[in-house]
């Protein structure tokens, strides 16, 4: 019985329980790196402005901004462009383990609220700076997600020939506050070592070099320079986008000679896979186009409800064309724990979708309500000596 309490009491605690995190930021790139240690079980302090953040209000494509990435924290109302507010943040900063900031390069150094100075009074804390650019000769320019998405090779590699095109979501900014947590990780390990904390910076723009890295090792091998996605030379006979019956769209990938074979077969058409000319992949490929050709037009009497579930049972690569809004009812997100509800802001239950690994066969979950501007102010700050703080 002894060892069954423990093994429960070891599942109900999560990783980072007992790490303490104040948030100075907003938008997508800082708000996702202090999410993942919230999730991870870290206590997370989002320190907003007065009237909150302003990523809470933003419309379009940024309304869904504040919900995906502010899940598992706590907020505080403070003004750090007042004196009174500086010190606050100073000595909250001094309480807590880890420090999130990605503002404009120098704001931090101006308030005094940068890791030099902090450091120097809190030599245990650690400090990450989300950026644009490390350290170098673009360190002072401002960078959005779409800005390092044209520098990095990410918007030439993605779009037609002519027709740079950016990924359809922030790539950079999610990518970059993975990285900001993983330095925590790393700077916490290492600091049960040395007692010490450190400065870790995550940018932008070395993200999307690092995205765009294979490409970059493709042309050192080949001295060819690769080619857009849509104007690649696919590496397989089979790798794309076919139209069924009702005009519906299903990928189908067959990288394999044998994955080819059985395509045939699934598609009742083995008389293809018999042909000389497309005996093996090398020699598909060669005539690719005819091939796509072909299969296009077997295809577009082929109704997807029926053939998807034959090609799973085949073990054949293929995708639905799914949109953001479909995978709100995704089976499997839901079956897996992968989507589940929240309480947001305004008090209704919506969905969210959680941190894509599993520890220990479990989903790091959502433990509280998405906060309200302000909501822990008097919990977290109402303790400190500076009054500036009630609001």
Known sequence: MQYDTAVQQDADRLP??????????????????GMILADLGAEVIKVEPPGGDKTRNLPGLGIGFFRAFNRNKK??????????????????AGQCDVLLENFRPGLMQKLGLDYETLSDKYPHLIYVSHKGFLPGPYENRLALDEVVQMMGGLSYMTGPKGRPLRAGTSVNDIMGGMFGAIGVLAALRERDTTGKGQEIQSALFENCVFLSSQHMQQYDMTGEVPPPMPSRVSAWSVYDVFTLAGGEQLFIGAVSDKQFVTLCKVLEHPELAARTEYADNASRVTVRPKLLEELGAILQHHDPAELAPKLEAAGIPYAPIVRPDQLLDDPHLTASGGLVPMQVD??????????????????????????????????????LGNKASRG
């Open 346 to 383: 305004d008090g209704s239950i919506a969905p969210t979708v959680l941190l894509p690994l599993m520890m220990g066969g479990r989903r790091p979950g959502v433990r509280r309500p998405l906060p309200k501007a302000g909501e822990h102010n008097e919990e977290v700050l109402g303790a």
């Open 16 to 33: 980072l329980t007992g790490i303490r995190v104040v948030e100075f930021t907003h938008m997508v790139m800082g708000p996702t790196c």
């Open 75 to 92: 907020s505080v109302l403070l003004d750090i462009t007042t004196e009174e507010g500086r010190v606050a943040a100073a000595e909250l």
